[in-house]
């Protein structure tokens, strides 16, 4: 073999690792070297919120990244909830999972959906992260909760496929995660790795039935997640598990598509071995798309590069499986309209509102009899405790709930004249007893933060007009969610406005006075 020809099938070697890389990048626009690279033959780029300032801004750059590379993926985490990326600067406009999972119409679900992937493909966008169809089994899950459809596999199952066939009818590809199942964990594997320590048998009856359903639906990609599940694999988490990606998802279930690494940044992927070594260990064990994180540099790539050349050179890593995933990559990039074909842009990509869609919203709320009264026995709120709780980074710091509503409105008209008292776990609630009434407390997930906790707490003691609104998921005894709404998007904050001014009894007429 010449070394013209060993040079040639190295450069196509390299360009077959490239093509597996999926990095993120810091900046508003598609620097030089990323560019660069994707002219080289990178897969594609994750694009995340800071690197959006406008509906335009994001289809010149998506245009850039693929005129570079027309094969390239331009993915985003967009769930059409709490996570949010399109509308990062403002909350999603809209109901989120937990929400559609309560309402219980497919049909809806699949327009949400639809809708989601207009909005995309207008933006230059082909691929999203969602739906996630994990079975959120456990209530203290910090990093799954609302994002879920709900607790009971087949519902899951109905609304994970409605979300991907309304999804990819748009010409976006979905993104069915985190496989095989985060739902039933208590630790966010953006900070640690969790355990999931549930024989196969379990498996197959909760967490694998909404994947299923989404194999079935023709979900294009799977993401994987980082979790240990000692019964099936004791060594290795879900993303670079071979008995997991091979045997179970491919083998038993039988998918075909593009199987994503979850963020290798995450300390539950690269907590121990580093991005450069969980990068070859995925590919190994059957990734064939490696979402890097954020803020990558070339630097980054060069290493990830460098190592899974060398674990080709030492028979570590065949090179077959580097093509086999590189030529998946390319053929989902493939599938995408292409540029050329994109739609004008609309003056607005925020989905035309159903005049009856904050009802069925409102409908979906779980509220308590002791909330209904102390609400309509006021004709004010006098304060809300707003509880501010660190967002998993998924979530990230996206306006949420009634205040997200409140802010892209431009005036606090649901507040009125009550004051607004802020509380953390570096702010504690002071005199409760003197706040003005009816007293609100808004938050999310209030049960697992203690300060939260003792605030609500504080003052029950002391007052009895006291209304907790809970824009998360609430524990099974709701102890701390009055009103429990499943979802902090700005749609949800809308509907928390028009609840609470419903709730209220207004005040006496003129006419009545007199």
Known sequence: MSALHETGAETDLRRDILTTLLPGFSGMEAPTWLLRRLADGLGGVCVFGPNIRSVE????????????????IVAIDEEGGDVTRLFYDRGAPYPGNAVLGRVDDPELTARVARAVGE????????????????VNSNPDNPVIGVRSFGADPELVARHSAAWT??????GIA????????HGDTATDSHLALPVVDVPLETLRERELVPFRAAIAAGTRTIMTSHIL?????????????????????????????????????????????????AALRALAAGCDLLCIGFDNTDS??????????HAIASGRLPAERVRDAARRVRELGGSAPPVSDLPALPPSIEPERDGHELARVIGAFEVSDAARTRLAGSARIGTVVRIDTVANIAVGVAPWGPFAAEALAGAPSWLGDAEVVTVSAERALAGPAALAGTVLVVGKDLHRHPFARAAIE??????????????GWPSNDRAFADVATFGASRLLGEAVVEFVAASLTPPPSVAEVS
């Open 57 to 72: 801004q994001l289809r010149a750059m998506s245009t850039a990244l693929r005129t570079a590379n027309p094969l390239a």
């Open 119 to 134: 909005a995309l493909l207008a933006t230059g966008c082909t691929v999203t992260f969602a739906p996630d169809i994990d």
């Open 165 to 170: 066939r309304g999804l990819q009818e748009t």
């Open 174 to 181: 979905a993104s069915a995660k985190h496989f095989p199942g």
């Open 229 to 277: 599940l000692p019964q099936l694999d004791p060594d290795n988490p879900a993303t670079l598990s071979p008995r997991i990606l091979q045997g179970l998802l491919r083998g038993e279930l039988g998918f075909d598509g593009v199987i994503v690494s979850d963020a290798l940044d995450m300390h539950g992927a690269s907590g121990t071995h580093g991005i450069p070594e």
């Open 300 to 309: 980054q790539l060069d290493e990830i590069v460098a190592a899974v050349e």
């Open 458 to 471: 504080a003052l029950r003691t002391v007052r009895d007009d006291v209304v907790t609104i809970d824009l």
